[in-house]
Each structure stands twice: as structure tokens, then as C-alpha cells.
């Protein structure tokens, strides 16, 4: 009996279904989609580049890379012609080496025309204490997650890999990017914490035309962290940068250069 | 015509419909009871749910039938060795021993893990070396590997058919009697999906139940700092209770590389070497450590990251001032890393009657 009456209900859905060629065209919002992709100066990074490839950087060290993960959110698209701010107030992690998150579409729609397309390295301070974190990022494989010692939150990047330091060893390094904590002395401890500064930023993308299907590459210059305008000194600077203030805000700096609008495809 | 294709949809649909009367399996309708994991409000606060396969659901009938499958030898060739024969309950579902024995008296080459929280491995890489897809895949290994159990899986299926218990058992948990090796798979992994630990001394800390001693939240101190421990970065941080990021690792043991770990199974040199990090919790039923169990006391492990690392093409960035065989910790430090790290140990998990072997 269930199975009839099952039947009448699908024939008279189907039946009751309008002609398309009838239906009134009304222009429906665009969702807007993002591919992030990995440079050295231009040189694609690719998966077998990880571990093999030796890149020079501005100072003059020979490194490789082991792992470029990064978060990026707020993706917000700002009206060309009226100002009309439209922001997914959302996040990405990408993790380049596996190519996961390396296509994202922001939980947002919004109308065709001019934008001008923007969002923020890492988390601003209110998503960054949202209350109660985020299960996904609790999640990932390689923890997301910063010691409330160092002022809590999340990692905005993780940069790992190898350099070869003044004495001609291999060296491990870790580019690990945080909001900057300032301690009153180092090693940190539960109350050794005098200053947190926000220093996520805003990268802007300059203008791109929104039609119905609209894809942004977004480059990202890994050299560019070690270059502009702070030519960075791995020899100094290789390891246990999450609490050393100063590093974190050079970090900001050089960031600011990295990402560049790529190719536009509609 | 678009409204014609659509009346012939219904038309197959209603085919469907009334040919599945035609294939009525032997017990249509049956359902076993759903069972919810019993999960700590502050995982599910704070970590992505449990991962629970759809064609394998939690049951309690299923549950049951892989806690008695866990617990009986007969699924080895001889039928004296059983699951918890290597994975004991006392030791947190791992072995004392560095090397397991198998039914042949061969002993295996690498340190039987401990089985806990293994339904928050999001990433489904099983084992230390990441062969296995799924725990369900990850249970096959085992009951034919001929340094284990060395069976068929004919005649597991064979021997259970024959059994006057495990029919009804798997009628009762997947509604046949037809007994196969996936619903032999199926039913192990939802009583091991169930093997959930977090009721350590640590987690009632951050439940404000209780306080840390001194040692050990310096301990904790240690373990989070990047120029001492830096140990969150693989093995988490209070905000994420798993204290294993499940992921792979060469952790600076060898100069030469002899088991090849993830590389075996990826074939790509950069994986050479490298394990799946294990979590820190029940660190103090769950001697030895290492993949090859070759450390017999958390002293020694702390020695290793302290002074011990060795260099190798695929070790860890993450591993600090190799060239000086790691970061120096003072004795003092390491005496409360370890306080630290014993306090992430869950007596009620081994002592939880619900693992145990029955009567």
C-alpha cells in the first residue's frame, strides 16, 4: 500500500512540473570560486617539489620545502559600482603540498559586476577568540591550534622545510606565522604574556568582473616571505618564531607581497 | 517532451519499485538497535565527530559480535591466539611486548599499537605505516598474516558458519546468517570504534575537577614550548584531546633508514621512515614505545627528542637542532615532561568492564 501510494505522490510531482521553456528568467546570484596555487618567483611549487626542489632565497641560503599550509578567511567582495559589501565572513586551509583546500567556494552569493575582491591572511583577532575554536581546525592533520600560553588561537601558516645554514649543515626550519605575543621572559609561560597584536592582514585583490560562473586564482609567492621588504636571515631566524615577537611582525610585513590576483576564468 | 522524460522516469521508478519484492532478503525489515558512542562532551566540543562508516553503523547487536570475535581465538589457524592476545585491555589494547608472537611463535617487527579514540583517525590511515584505508580494511590483516593469526578467511567464515553461537550472532547484528569477512570486519571495528579514551587525570583537570601538581603543569609548560618539548606540534595541545595528529613522521630514530614505514606503502622516498604519530594518552600502560618498541621507558623517550636525534634525508622539520642530537632539556624539565605525560593516562579506560575480556 505504502508503495502506491509512493507512486501517485512521484506521478503527481512529475506531472505537475512546469515546461521549463514557461519558467520566468530571473537573474539568480553568483557564488564565486577561488584556486590558490604556489610560486617560488614564478617557478610553479608543485607536490614532487616538496623535499626535493633547492630554491635560494633573497639572503642567499639554499632551502627546500616540506610543507606550505596557510589560512585565509573573510573573502569579501566589495561593489565597484555602489559600495555594497558582500563578506562570506568565511575560512579556508590551505594545505599545498597535498593539494587539499586548494579550491574553495566562500558560503556566499552575490549579484554579477565589478568587485573589488579581498580577504584576510590568518584569523583577525574576533574570529581568532571566536568562543569555543573550531572543531575542523582542532582536526586537522598537523595541529592548527596555538598554546593559550602564546596567546591562544590558531596558526595563520606553517612553513617548514630545510636550509643550509652558515656552518654548510642542513638545517631544519620552522616559519610558523601567529598573531605576535610578547612575553615578559622567554621560555614562555602561563604568566609570562604581556602583548598580543593582531597581525593578520588584508590581501587585496584588486578589481574582477563577477558573471555567473566566475573562478580567481589567487598566487602565492613563498619567496616573497623571506624577501620584501625585510630580507629575512634564516641563519637568525629558523626556529621558535611563534613567541619571538619581533619575527611576527616582520612576518606581517613580508607577507604583504606574497599574494597576487592569477588568472580570472568566467 | 521534457514532461514526457519525466513520465518515464516514473514508470522505471515504479519498475524499481515493485521488482525489489522479487529479491526480498531473509529478514526484510529488520533493524539492530542503534548504539551512540559514548563520547566525552569535551571531544564533542571540541573535534570533528567520530568517524562511523554509513554501511557499517554502530549497533549494539554488532558491538556485542566484535566484542566476542575480539576476544576468541577462533579466528586464528590453530585457534589459541585471539585479538587481545597482542592488543591487551591492561596495557590499553597494546602489547608489553617490543615484538608480538604469532601463532607460529615468529614474532612480528613492529610494536602492536594501542586501540583507543582510533574512530577520531579523521584521515583513516591505519597502522603505523598507513596500509590500511578503514579500521574495517585495517582488520583483515591480521587473521591471515602468517606471523599472526595465519588463517583463510574460508575458514574463519567456515568456522564460525559452523559454530552454534555465531549465526544467531550475526543474524541478530547484520540480519543474516551468512557469515563473510566483512561482516567479520564490520563487527570487530564497531567494538573497537567504542574503545574511547578521556577520562584522564588531565581531562578532569580541564573539567576543573582537579588541580596539576606543580611538576606536571610545568610539564605541560615544556611540552608547549617551542624551544624546550615543542611537542604539541604532532601530538596536540589541550584544545584537542586526541594528543596524536594521526599523521606521519621520521622523528630522527635511524641514520639509515631499514624500516621504510609510509614509504612502504607509498613507494615515494620522501616517506621513508616515517610512522603515524601515536597519541600520548595511556603512555602508562602502553610501554614499550616506538614503531619498533625499541624504548622500554618514557625516560628514554624524552632522552631520545632530548639528546638522542639522528639525521636522516626524510626527518621531520619539526625536529630541532639535530646537529646537536636535539634541544637539551634539563633533568628537572624532563622529570616533569614525564609527570605531564603520565598525567594523560585513563585508568578507567582499562579497567572499563565494558572492554574486558568476558567471562
Known amino acids: ?266 | 517532451m521534457k514532461n514526457l522524460s519525466g513520465i518515464w522516469s516514473i514508470f522505471f521508478m515504479a519498475g524499481c519499485l515493485f521488482s525489489c519484492s522479487d529479491d526480498t532478503p531473509q529478514n526484510e525489515g529488520y533493524i539492530p538497535t542503534p548504539l551512540d558512542l559514548n563520547t566525552p562532551e569535551f571531544f564533542d566540543n571540541s573535534i570533528l565527530p567520530p568517524v562511523i562508516p554509513q554501511d557499517n553503523p554502530q549497533t549494539v547487536e554488532g558491538v556485542a559480535l566484535g566484542k566476542k570475535l575480539f576476544f576468541d581465538p577462533i579466528l586464528s589457524g590453530d585457534k589459541t591466539l585471539n585479538c587481545a592476545g597482542c592488543h591487551q585491555p591492561e596495557h590499553a589494547f597494546s602489547d608489553p611486548r617490543q615484538f608480538s608472537v604469532g601463532i607460529s611463535g615468529e614474532e612480528g617487527f613492529r610494536n602492536a599499537m594501542p586501540l583507543h579514540n582510533l574512530a577520531y583517525n579523521f584521515r583513516e590511515k591505519f597502522n603505523w605505516d598507513g596500509s590500511a584505508n578503514s579500521l574495517e580494511e585495517q582488520m583483515f590483516g591480521p587473521v591471515t598474516n602468517p606471523i599472526e593469526m595465519n588463517n583463510t578467511w574460508s575458514n574463519v567464515e567456515a568456522t564460525l558458519q559452523e559454530s552454534s553461537t555465531y549465526p544467531r550472532l550475526f543474524l541478530e547484528a547484520f540480519g543474516t546468517e551468512r557469515i563473510d569477512s566483512t561482516l567479520v570486519t564490520k563487527a570487530i571495528s564497531q567494538f573497537i570504534r567504542t574503545l574511547i579514551s578521556g577520562n584522564s587525570k588531565f581531562d578532569r583537570y580541564l573539567n576543573n575537577e582537579i588541580s596539576l601538581t606543580p611538576q606536571e603543569e610545568n610539564g605541560l609548560n615544556v611540552f608547549l614550548d617551542e624551544s624546550r618539548g615543542d611537542c604539541f606540534h604532532c601530538h596536540g595541545l589541550p584544545s584537542t584531546p586526541l594528543w596524536t595528529d594521526n599523521a606521519f613522521h621520521n622523528n630522527g630514530l635511524d641514520e639509515v633508514i631499514t624500516d621504510r614505514g609510509l614509504g612502504n606503502v607509498t613507494g615515494d622516498p620522501r616517506d621513508f621512515g616515517l610512522f603515524r604519530s601515536p597519541s600520548l594518552r595511556n603512555l602508562a600502560y602502553t610501554a614499550p614505545y616506538m614503531h619498533d618498541g625499541r624504548f622500554g621507558t618514557l625516560e628514554e623517550v624524552i632522552d631520545h627528542y632530548s639528546e638522542g636525534l639522528v639525521y636522516s634525508e626524510t626527518i621531520d622539520p619539526l625536529m630541532k637542532k639535530v646537529s646537536e642530537g636535539g634541544v637539551g632539556l634539563t633533568e628537572s624539565d624532563k622529570a616533569d615532561l614525564k609527570a605531564f605525560l603520565l598525567s594523560l593516562s585513563d585508568p578507567s579506560f582499562i579497567s572499563n568492564p565494558d572492554f574486558q575480556r568476558p567471562n
Not at chain 1, 1 to 27: E, F, G, R
Not at chain 1, 107 to 131: H, L, Q, R
Not at chain 1, 229 to 245: A, G, S
Open chain 1, 1 to 266: 500500500m505504502k508503495k502506491i501510494v509512493l507512486l501517485l505522490l512521484l506521478v503527481l510531482t512529475a506531472l505537475s512540473c512546469k515546461n521549463d521553456d514557461d519558467a520566468i528568467l530571473i537573474q539568480a546570484d553568483s557564488s564565486v570560486d577561488f584556486t590558490f596555487t604556489q610560486n617560488w618567483n614564478g617557478q610553479t611549487i608543485e607536490n614532487s617539489d616538496y623535499q626535493n626542489t633547492t630554491y635560494v632565497n633573497a639572503n642567499g641560503e639554499s632551502m627546500t620545502l616540506s610543507k606550505v599550509n596557510y589560512l585565509l578567511s573573510d573573502f569579501t567582495f566589495t561593489s565597484v559600482t555602489d559600495g555594497t559589501v558582500y563578506a562570506s565572513e568565511d575560512y579556508n586551509l590551505v594545505l599545498a603540498r597535498d593539494g587539499e583546500n586548494t579550491t574553495f567556494t566562500p558560503d556566499i552569493e552575490i549579484p554579477e559586476g565589478d568587485y573589488t575582491v579581498s580577504f584576510t591572511f590568518g584569523f583577525d583577532d574576533e574570529d581568532n577568540d571566536k568562543e569555543g575554536g573550531y572543531n575542523d581546525l582542532n582536526s586537522v592533520d598537523g595541529f592548527w591550534s596555538v598554546p593559550a600560553m602564546l596567546g591562544g588561537g590558531y596558526h595563520y601558516q606553517r612553513i617548514e622545510g630545510t636550509y643550509i645554514n652558515n656552518a654548510a649543515e642542513v638545517t631544519n626550519f620552522q616559519f610558523h606565522t601567529v598573531r605576535a605575543n610578547r612575553h615578559e621572559t622567554l621560555p614562555p609561560g602561563p604568566d609570562t604574556l604581556v602583548e598580543l597584536r593582531d597581525t593578520s592582514f588584508e590581501v587585496n585583490l584588486g578589481t574582477v568582473s563577477v558573471g555567473t560562473t566566475t573562478n580567481i586564482e589567487v598566487k602565492a609567492n613563498i619567496a616573497e616571505w623571506f624577501n620584501n621588504p625585510i630580507t629575512w636571515d634564516l641563519n637568525e631566524r629558523f626556529m621558535v618564531l611563534m613567541p619571538n615577537f619581533q619575527a611576527q611582525l616582520d612576518m606581517k610585513e613580508n607577507g604583504n607581497t606574497v599574494f597576487e590576483l592569477g588568472a580570472v576564468t568566467q
